[in-house]
């Protein structure tokens, strides 16, 4: 039988209280996260990957310069099974300012980084994947939006140029990368060569309306051509169609995330669906709520379900359990994270718990 206390590890930003990544433990049945403390000690870690076959973590550290370079950085640890404590092994610049995103493909061979201020995105080799030493090699691979694609200003202040928040592999063969640029109002698609070089090539590019600020995507689990985006600035959600055999992106359906009345300021974040395909949430930071969609299960389009406050300001992360039955969210302004039951057959969600955490940026289940 599957075990009922799962490892989860929790990082943010570190110019308050907070110097690092810590783990926590979370019971599966009665959704309490139990705090196991300081993981390791990290500068602004506002996200990381892993692959947990390996027992390796990964972070970007969100800084806009790194031993004299206008860079950020990005820092591989070797988790230790018994305690779940994380050792630094080595760090390399980014390639860009204040890296923010970042996915390891499944071979274990290649981390590929989306640096925001930075406006590209950044591969890295992983050298000698699975062994305990394993560390990352200088980077081999950088696509500059701001060579290849122009900032629209539609939001001029954060607009004003390119600006990676994210970067995801095709759910299928991951042999294309996808990158969400926010001022350039972009879902830029290369050609990924996983296989060999680690070489990012410029296929295709979706254009979002001016303004609309795309920020992260998720991909169906039951439908893998199905994408759905959430973007920060117009606050709505795209669900995208991708021909694999193009290599291009077309639009399905676009749908405002926020309740009519509501005309306060609001930046969307997180976008995560239930691992039975059934439900869609998407986070609003200013409404400070997960707004619940459901997915039809025959033409993927989103229905509206209602909202949920996430018990604190500014959820920037959540993440959804391995079973589907709970979702854990990040109150960054609030510093808490607040644990909310799954209704399975309407996607509700009641509180059931929360526990204090200085600005948590990011939310991840080791499984």
């Known amino acids: 039988m599957a075990s009922t206390e799962l490892p989860v590890y929790v990082s943010g930003y570190t110019n308050e209280q907070s110097v690092g990544i810590y783990q926590y433990s979370f019971n599966t049945r009665t959704g309490a996260l139990t705090p196991k403390g300081l993981a390791v000690e990290s500068v602004n870690p506002s996200y990381f990957t892993f692959h947990a076959g390996n027992q390796h973590l990964y972070t970007?550290?969100?800084?806009?310069?790194?031993?004299?370079?206008?860079?950020?950085?990005?820092?591989?640890?070797?988790?230790?099974?018994?305690?779940?404590?994380?050792?630094?092994?080595?760090?390399?610049?980014?390639?860009?300012?204040?890296?923010?995103?970042?996915?390891?493909?499944?071979?274990?061979?290649?981390?590929?980084?989306?640096?925001?201020?930075?406006?590209?995105?950044?591969?890295?080799?992983?050298?000698?994947?699975g062994a305990p030493d394993s560390v990352l090699g200088e980077m081999i691979c950088k696509a500059v939006h701001n060579q290849t694609h122009q900032a629209t200003l539609g939001v001029p202040d954060r607009q004003e140029k390119p600006h990676v928040h994210s970067i995801d592999l095709d759910p299928i063969a991951q042999h294309y990368a996808f990158c969400n640029d926010l001022g350039c109002d972009a879902l830029v698609t290369y050609k990924f060569d996983r296989n060999s070089t680690g070489e990012l090539t410029?296929?295709?590019?979706?254009?979002?309306?001016?303004?609309?600020?795309?920020?992260?995507?998720?991909?169906?689990?039951?439908?893998?051509?199905?994408?759905?985006?959430?973007?920060?600035?117009?606050?709505?959600?795209?669900?995208l169609e991708f021909n694999?055999?193009?290599?291009v992106f077309y639009k399905v359906q676009q749908i405002h995330a926020l309740p009519q009345d509501w005309d306060g300021e609001d930046l969307g974040s997180e976008i995560d669906i239930t691992p039975n395909g059934k439900f869609l949430y998407v986070s609003m930071r200013g409404y400070d709520a997960l707004t619940i969609f459901k997915i039809d299960e025959r033409t993927g389009k989103l229905g509206l379900v209602g909202y949920q406050k996430t018990g604190g300001k500014h959820p920037r992360h959540f993440t959804l359990d391995p079973t589907g039955s709970f979702v854990l969210v990040g109150n960054k302004d609030s510093d808490n994270i607040a644990v909310f039951k799954i209704n399975p057959d309407t996607g509700f969600l009641t509180q059931v718990s929360s526990v204090a955490h200085v600005q948590p940026t990011c939310i991840q289940f080791w499984v």
């Open 60 to 129: 970007v550290n969100e800084v806009g310069e790194y031993k004299g370079q206008k860079t950020g950085y990005v820092s591989a640890y070797a988790r230790n099974k018994e305690t779940g404590e994380l050792t630094l092994l080595n760090e390399q610049p980014s390639g860009g300012e204040d890296p923010c995103h970042a996915v390891v493909d499944t071979t274990g061979n290649h981390l590929l980084v989306a640096n925001y201020t930075g406006g590209s995105a950044s591969v890295f080799p992983i050298n000698n994947p």
């Open 202 to 239: 410029h296929h295709s590019t979706f254009e979002f309306p001016k303004g609309t600020g795309p920020r992260h995507l998720k991909f169906a689990p039951n439908h893998n051509n199905f994408c759905y985006v959430v973007c920060e600035l117009s606050n709505d959600v795209y669900m």
């Open 244 to 247: 694999f055999h193009e290599g």
